[in-house]
């Protein structure tokens, strides 16, 4: 068995294709550097991730696979589903190779793979645009904390960007540790050194502005005002609106 040890990232896998093809070496297993390697191998690389390397096997994969398919590819990595670099890797090395274009041919089933984790990570980006749940600040920044199921927040930024354009905002993932400011001209990631005060998905009651708690008085007020107790039914709750979420509405807060 031939294993490669990489660190994990996006480059780093593309840096890995090229490598493979460059030495004509293609692994078996692909791993975490410092992980421990299967038992039964035989050799073993570490590669070491190279923008110019991994830049170039992009531009190659984009004259062999259309826009889309290559929007999946980048979906599927973010899907962080365990084996899915493998997936990826192979779908690379088979849409490389082939002198048609592989991205339609769901008979094979990495390219079926590829489909389906794709559509997950699409999902969960959908569901970031409709339950991302601002709290405004006492500083008047606008913060949404969110542990999604898969990596889906870069696929957000820009419509978040276009849609709050007139506010400043901070958009964090509690769950991988980082996030993304607004402050009304770019975007720039974040990550903070220790976990902040909110990270449950609520600011303390002193941090957040006095506008924003009339606020959301108001719309508790309404939101239990509509209810019909005997018409709740949380089973079709949790089918529109995943539970994870629930933590991060207004609404839900009791």
């Known amino acids: 068995m031939l294993v490669y040890f990489y660190d994990k990232t996006f480059e780093g896998l593309l840096t890995v294709v090229f490598i493979s093809y ?3 070496k293609f692994p078996d297993r692909l791993m975490q550097e410092g992980d421990i390697a299967p038992l039964f191998t035989e ?5 070491i991730t190279s923008t110019e390397k991994a830049g170039r096997v992009w531009k190659a994969l984009e004259k062999k696979i259309s826009k889309r398919a290559c929007r999946m590819l980048m979906h599927a990595w973010l899907s962080e589903i365990e084996g899915s670099d493998e997936i990826i890797f192979r779908y690379i090395h088979k849409a490389i190779d082939s002198s048609t274009r592989m991205e339609t041919n769901f008979g094979d089933k990495d390219v079926l793979e590829i489909a389906q ?5 699409t999902r969960e980006r959908h569901h970031l645009e409709q339950f991302v749940r601002f709290q405004k600040a006492s500083d008047s920044i606008f ?3 969110i542990s999604p199921a898969h990596n889906a927040l870069p696929l957000v930024i820009n419509h978040f960007k276009d849609r709050f354009a007139d506010q400043q905002w901070v958009i964090y993932d509690i769950k991988r540790k980082y996030g993304f400011y607004y402050d009304l001209k770019s975007v720039q990631e974040i990550t903070f050194s220790e976990d902040p005060q909110w990270i449950n ?3 303390e009651d ?11 008085k108001l719309w508790k007020g309404y939101f239990q005002a509509l209810t019909i ?11 529109q609106m995943p ?3 629930w933590k991060y509405l207004t609404e839900k807060q009791y």
Do not use: S
């Open 22 to 24: 460059k030495y004509k």
């Open 43 to 47: 050799r073993t690389f570490t590669i």
């Open 117 to 121: 984790i794709a559509k997950k990570v």
């Open 143 to 145: 913060f949404a904390p």
């Open 201 to 203: 998905g609520k600011l």
């Open 206 to 216: 002193h941090q957040i502005a006095e506008d924003e708690k009339r606020f959301q």
């Open 229 to 239: 107790k005997e018409r709740i039914n949380l089973k079709l709750q949790r089918q």
């Open 243 to 245: 539970k994870r979420f």
